[in-house]
């Protein structure tokens, strides 16, 4: 089986190699990892996968997950990104299925992020699927969880108490609020609608600038919040499914190193290509702090509070 391996040294180390993902897992030492994030093949008949019935599509993934957990640090977490499966429009929630797998090698499940976003497939005789989900493991209770990192803005960091020994004070964290479970992609800056000012991570489409030739490629941004979270400078994340880097790439423009395994050539070709652009500082990627919502400069309660200044 080929092999690619590439060292670059100004970035933190990597391993990204063209293999078969429980192989590769099998050559990793035991804790070595602090988080595994992936997005495993959905079963629905892509060129990179063998489509089979929703019980042995299950099961063949269950000595990978043995091996995923062996690897995992004692403070380690696994990021498992999943949608549906479609079988002559009926709907398989694919997180349910491998939920019972993960709780009997004893992980402990944290959230279900619902990933939302506003592309994709139109249905005609139901309604049109438009979001995927995480499910968040931890091997222990004593696990990575670096909430500082990934705080959004509040949409009213002026607001205050109003009743109570707090009364008058401010109440919200001048860091930014919990992202909560629902990663939303909206369209904020076109519409002057409050609820909809929800964290933005849009799914790659053809206009998005991190596209490749993957079908079902995900954003950097979204493996981006998984690695600033759940993981420390120096540590280890690796991606037995990496298509194209996009989890590469996140752990290492944030000082983590990265391991990532892919059976097809073309896609670790397009992640090394990518690889090197981000050692260029000519690599494209969506900011993961990009801005979504201005406040109107007449909206008190909207405004950072001088307090915070």
Same mark, same amino acid.
């Given at each position: ?38 997005? *495993?093949?959905?079963?629905? %008949? /892509?060129? =990179?996968?063998?489509? #089979? ?6 099961? +063949? ?91 959004? *803005?509040?949409?009213?960091? %002026? /607001?205050? =108490?109003?009743?109570? #020994? ?6 919200? +964290? ?96 397009? %992640? ?38």
């Amino acid at each position: 089986m080929s092999q690619i391996m590439l060292e670059l040294c100004a970035l933190p180390s990597y391993r990204y190699e063209c293999a078969d993902a429980l192989e590769f897992s099998r050559s990793i030492n035991d804790g070595a990892v602090k988080l595994v994030i992936t997005s *495993p093949p959905y079963n629905i %008949g /892509k060129s =990179y996968e063998t489509r #089979t019935n929703i019980e042995d599509y299950i099961k +063949n993934f269950e000595p990978l997950i043995s091996e995923l957990v062996r690897i995992l640090a004692d403070e380690g977490s696994i990021c498992w990104q999943v949608g549906n499966f479609v079988d002559d429009g009926e709907v398989f929630p694919l997180d349910i299925y491998f939920y019972p797998m993960f709780k009997r090698l004893g992980l402990k499940l944290r959230n279900r992020i619902i990933w939302h976003f506003g592309h994709g497939l139109h249905c005609t005789k139901r309604f049109s699927g438009r979001y995927e989900n995480i499910l968040w493991f931890t091997k222990s209770d004593s696990y990575t969880f670096n909430l500082d990192a990934v705080r959004v *803005p509040s949409k009213y960091p %002026g /607001k205050k =108490y109003f009743k109570g #020994t707090k009364r008058g004070t401010l109440s919200g +964290n001048p860091k930014g609020k919990n992202p909560e479970d629902v990663w939303e992609m909206t369209l904020s800056r076109l519409y002057d609608d409050w609820e909809a000012e929800i964290w933005d991570i849009p799914n790659v489409k053809n206009n998005h600038p991190e596209k490749t030739e993957h079908p079902c490629q995900y954003p950097v941004e979204l493996a981006e919040r998984c690695v600033l979270a759940l993981t420390d400078e120096g540590d280890t994340v690796y991606d037995p499914f990496a298509g194209v880097g996009s989890s590469l790439i996140a752990a290492l423009k944030n000082g983590r190193k990265a391991m990532g395994s892919e059976k097809e050539k073309s896609f670790v070709d397009s %992640g090394l290509e990518r690889i090197r652009r981000l050692q260029e500082g000519t690599l494209i990627t969506r900011p993961i702090y990009k801005e979504i919502y201005e406040p109107s400069p007449t909206d008190k309660i909207a405004q950072k509070p001088s307090e915070w200044e």
